[in-house]
């Protein structure tokens, strides 16, 4: 269940569709430098309306096509990884109802809803153990550039002071 303030995607947001617009119209659109799918048309958005603030004001109002667009996504390339960037798994259920290959189409969350007891951190870090076994390319070079090498000086120093019993 998604639980929002108002009814988005409905009539109830007409009244804030032409302050938006003003409010959109005041600001550079560019074009994507990631293509995506839109949940208004269930298709990859096009330049042409990325950058159009209507196309954005509308997409307030325009029904959501959630499934149509994964569906878009499974069916051009079914072995397609899909990760969800953002808290909790609504997005990432969602999607997997929609697969027709249940074991090779996968749809990842990566945050949990609370950030308490290093939650976040285990999730990204079990998101990335799934994309990784899914297929995924990692750039772990990349992952650990901010690794520091005192840690393992430190446990080298740790494992040093303890006796493990082992005469070698």
């Known amino acids: 269940m998604l639980v929002t303030s108002h009814a988005f995607h409905s009539p109830m947001m007409e009244p804030m569709m032409k302050p938006f617009l003003v409010k959109v119209k005041s600001v ?91 939650g976040e951190w285990e999730q990204i870090l079990f998101a990335l153990g799934q994309l990784w076994m899914s297929g995924a390319t990692i750039d772990w070079k990349n992952f650990y550039a901010l690794e520091k090498e005192e840690k393992l000086h430190y446990l080298h120093i740790l494992l040093k002071k303890r006796d493990f019993g082992l005469n070698l």
């Open 28 to 118: 550079k659109l560019n074009k994507p430098t990631i293509p995506f799918v839109s949940t208004a048309t269930a298709k990859w958005i096009a330049d042409e309306e990325a950058t159009n603030p209507e196309y954005w004001s509308n997409h307030v109002r325009a029904t959501v096509r959630f499934a149509e667009g994964i569906q878009t996504l499974w069916n051009e390339k079914p072995q397609r990884i899909l990760l969800e960037c953002g808290p909790r798994n609504t997005a990432s259920t969602l999607a997997k109802q929609q697969a027709k290959e249940p074991t090779k189409q996968v749809a990842i969350s990566s945050l949990n809803d609370t950030a308490e007891n290093f």
